[in-house]
């Protein structure tokens, strides 16, 4: 029997324990998580969008679990009962000088093997009547979910199959020993032949905590949310996109309709201030010396500090914020939006400032490092775990 440690109580860390216990069952699985509920970060605080993989480079590993990834969360909820919805999105053109990048985009779809359309602005107005587009880009295999509920349900199944689920407990030190790994944590010590470390904004911490050198160090952006009033939800039936600019490292606020029915609007992108700073007043010392000491950050600040400050304006002014989304649907004023909370996305930066831009695994001996998951790892998360689990050695002895 092989024992094996799972560090991450979000959605990637239980989908690869649940592929563990599907695939191995007669193996050991027991995952950590530091807080009292599951999906307490990055899963529970994100937009809840099942994503196509329209953005991503053909043959990356995010476009091929992308893909793959919505299908089987799809196929997943269908099959747990839980509320899902494939409603398709529209990524629009709002000017001319963006038609380039929209065929471009088209283009990639199109190599990723999705079901895309170009469209003119009158088939726009038949999905989103309010729209302002000069053409538009359907995408058909876009969804809506609950990734809370989807996370609720993987720790109901863990539990019935006999895995061991400890929430409250945070991991404190990874020691390698002969065949396998001690792990200290706030509740005891675990021990286990094969560590998988899904611990998202703290990553790469426990990697070092481990003794991987990880080659990029998280840096953490809030996403800032508004979601639009009751009495102006019918302005959206779906998802409304801009097109992306390459030259930033970000989508730009964009409009989802959630699977409860509401409308968020969303996220703007600036620097936390700590690692689950989800509001200007959280503030951790570690986590700011951390950034402060990075020669990643100051790189990256120097290649796009005008779009910086882009996002700092919208994130403090709620005027300008609906201006972004006013490109969009022209109706929507700042009287449409209240906020709606935030998230914090865990992006991989190397030392020359470069973003992270597909997934990232690390191994070491007996261990798996996923280093870099940010949108669409939830999308893509049954695939990741499947594409991890893979990987590992039926006997690790053997390794």
């Not at 199109?110 to 079901?115: C, D, E, F, Q």
């Not at 009547?129 to 295999?141: G, K, Q």
């Amino acid at each position: 029997m092989t024992r094996y440690v799972v560090v991450g109580g979000g959605i990637l860390g239980l989908a690869v324990a649940h592929r563990l216990r599907t695939d191995r069952p007669g193996d050991q699985v027991t995952v950590l998580e530091k807080e009292a509920v599951w999906a307490a970060h990055q899963t529970g605080h994100n937009s809840g969008v099942i994503h196509a993989g329209v953005y991503y480079r053909p043959g990356s590993l995010k476009a091929t679990l992308c893909r793959a990834g919505s299908a089987s969360m799809a196929r997943f909820c269908a099959e747990q009962g839980l509320p899902y919805e494939i409603c398709g999105k529209l990524i629009v053109a709002t000017e001319a000088t963006e038609l380039p990048r929209l065929h471009a985009l088209h283009e990639r779809a199109v190599a990723n093997g999705l079901p895309v359309s170009l469209i003119g602005a009158i088939e726009a107005a038949e999905y989103e009547p309010h729209v302002s587009a000069v053409a538009a880009l359907r995408v058909d295999s876009t969804g809506i979910v609950d990734f809370g509920a989807v996370c609720r349900r993987l720790a109901e199944l863990l539990a019935e199959g006999g895995a061991e689920l400890r929430l409250d407990t945070r991991v404190t030190g990874i020691r390698a020993r002969p065949g396998g790994v001690l792990v200290s944590t706030s509740a005891g010590e675990v021990t286990g032949d094969v560590l998988v470390n899904c611990a998202g904004l703290h990553a790469d911490r426990i990697a070092r905590l481990a003794g991987v050198d990880p080659p990029a160090r998280i840096v953490p952006f809030r996403g800032e949310y508004y979601e639009l009033v009751p009495g102006r939800r019918d302005l959206v039936r779906g998802l409304i996109y801009p097109v992306p600019d390459p030259q930033f490292p970000f989508l730009g606020v964009h409009l989802t309709r959630m699977i409860d029915g509401s409308v968020h609007a969303g996220p703007n992108a600036v620097l936390a201030t700590a690692r689950e700073g989800y509001s200007w007043r959280r503030f951790d010392p570690r986590d700011v010396w951390d950034q402060a000491s990075y020669s990643g950050l100051w790189a990256l600040a120097r290649r796009h500090y005008r779009y910086g400050l882009t996002e700092v304006t919208r994130s403090l002014s709620r005027k300008r914020f609906a201006a972004s989304l006013a490109r969009l649907v022209p109706e929507l004023t700042e009287a449409d939006i209240v906020p709606a909370g935030a998230g914090v996305r865990a992006q991989a930066v190397r030392p020359d400032g470069g973003l992270v831009d597909d997934f990232l695994l690390v191994e070491a001996d007996r261990q798996v490092h996923v280093l870099n998951a940010p949108s669409p790892a939830a999308t893509s998360s049954f695939e990741i775990a499947r594409h991890i689990v893979d990987r590992l050695p039926a006997d690790p002895s053997t390794r």
